[in-house]
């Protein structure tokens, strides 16, 4: 039986569980040669609709593997728009610390993140972006692997992950993809080589489809930016997409924004690409499209006018929200921010989900007042908590033990480990 067949056999239902499980783990077990890495990927896009354009030279996407405070697609989707590129994105919901990009983008009051293909089509080809959920029609085959992955173990195959997350690109239809593999402490692959691997893979097998790919490797050891949580992150995205934005958050936007422009002949090289997308920032059209976007997916554009009304648009003013300051205890350079220990402060504030049927609360969770490298005088406020009343005492200590602090100024980096083409 071919791959194809197999594909077909799992979307219809002729083939038993038994046998699906089977598949799986031997694939598990001895993973799939690039070319079958390929074939199956195809299947999977196959398997249900396909997103189709007029001329899909312009049409892009971007995928992470996801990290604490990761909301670089929220301003970055607006600015590939705002420079001239098209952007079907189409994301999921998350599981563990706090929530995917739906669930950040959820927090805006009377957004839609759930549009039919035709409606997708419609708003990308006239606005130039959508940032939706995954249609029912779209990879069927990819819900039904999944589901058997998570229960038997076999979730973490390369071969499997690649399939999974391309498969789901590639039914957008777009012409260039670019890839943010994270690694370290807070990431889905804590080790650089295993980042490497699936950004190599993942790479391959888009190229083997005719996707015009590319990846960075991204350093996920302290949060992204400031914010973690839900509603705090959209009010980062919105001062991103003002020019307001943190240093690490908008490079990342910038250098994936710029490897999409450079693979899409929109402009000669990364830093001509990284520079058009950061002028989009800047002069305010990016943001633009990201008012139009709302707009068109049934958002309330008003809290946008102003800071405090975003901030009360999205719930964080509420009688109901309890805030909470945390001091550092010796004065000192941050040298570190532990990322796991923060998102698993999130999660237990009800950020995250713990399980696939668990409810979010949008409107929890931890904003910081340093990065790595600012000074902390003894005392100074490092973090606020937003949580409610019934906040844990106990999860205080988990988060004063996450930040470090060093009598000597450290040397600050980029996130930006390495380009991959």
Not at 31 to 51: F, K, P, Q
Not at 365 to 387: F, K, N, P, R, S
Request: aromatic share 6%; with cysteine.
């Amino acid at each position: 039986m071919s791959i194809g067949e197999f594909i077909d056999g799992v979307v219809d239902g002729s083939i038993p569980d038994e046998e699906v499980v089977s598949w799986l783990e031997k694939v598990f077990r001895k993973g799939l040669a690039t070319e079958e890495t390929v074939i199956l990927t195809e299947a999977m896009r196959d398997s249900g609709e396909v997103l189709s354009w007029a001329s899909p030279e312009l049409y892009v996407d971007k995928h992470s593997t996801g990290g604490v405070g990761d909301k670089v697609s929220i301003p970055l989707a607006p600015a590939l728009a705002a420079c001239g590129l098209r952007v079907p994105m189409i994301s999921g919901r998350g599981l563990g610390h706090t929530g995917g990009t739906l669930d950040k983008l959820e927090a805006i009051p009377g957004l839609r993140v759930t549009l039919e293909a035709r409606e997708i089509v419609d708003q990308v080809n006239e606005i130039g972006l959508a940032m939706v959920g995954q249609t029912e029609g779209l990879v069927p085959a990819d819900r039904k692997l999944y589901a058997l992955r998570d229960v038997t173990g076999t979730v973490a195959s390369l071969p499997l992950i690649t399939s999974s997350i391309v498969s789901k690109k590639a039914a957008e239809g777009i012409s260039s993809l670019v890839l943010d593999v994270k690694f370290g402490r807070g990431a889905f692959m804590e080790s650089r080589d295993a980042a490497v691997d699936l950004a190599r893979s993942m790479v391959s097998v888009s190229k083997g489809m005719g996707i015009s790919a590319s990846a960075i490797l991204s350093t996920m050891d302290q949060p992204i930016g400031y914010s973690i949580g839900n509603s705090l992150e959209i009010v980062e995205s919105v001062e991103t997409l003002c020019g307001r934005g943190p240093a690490d958050l908008e490079e990342l936007v910038c250098v994936l924004g710029g490897m999409l422009l450079k693979s899409s002949g929109l402009s000669d090289d990364l830093d001509e690409g990284a520079s058009r997308i950061q002028d989009s920032l800047y002069d305010g059209t990016a943001f633009e499209k990201f008012l139009e976007m709302v707009d068109r997916q049934g958002g309330d554009t008003r809290i946008f006018d102003s800071d405090s009304s975003l901030m009360r648009g999205l719930g964080i003013f509420d009688g109901d929200l309890f805030s909470t300051t945390l001091e550092t205890r010796v004065g000192g350079w941050v040298s570190d921010i532990d990322a796991m220990s923060v998102a698993e402060v999130c999660l237990d504030l009800g950020a995250g989900r713990k399980s696939l049927n668990d409810a979010i609360d949008r409107r929890v969770g931890v904003v910081l007042e340093v990065q790595v490298g600012d000074y902390l005088e003894e005392g100074e406020i490092w973090a606020t908590v937003y949580h409610r009343e019934e906040f844990v005492e106990g999860l205080f200590e988990t988060l004063s033990g996450a930040v470090r602090i060093s009598e000597t100024k450290p040397i600050v980096e980029s996130r930006i480990s390495e380009v991959i083409w």
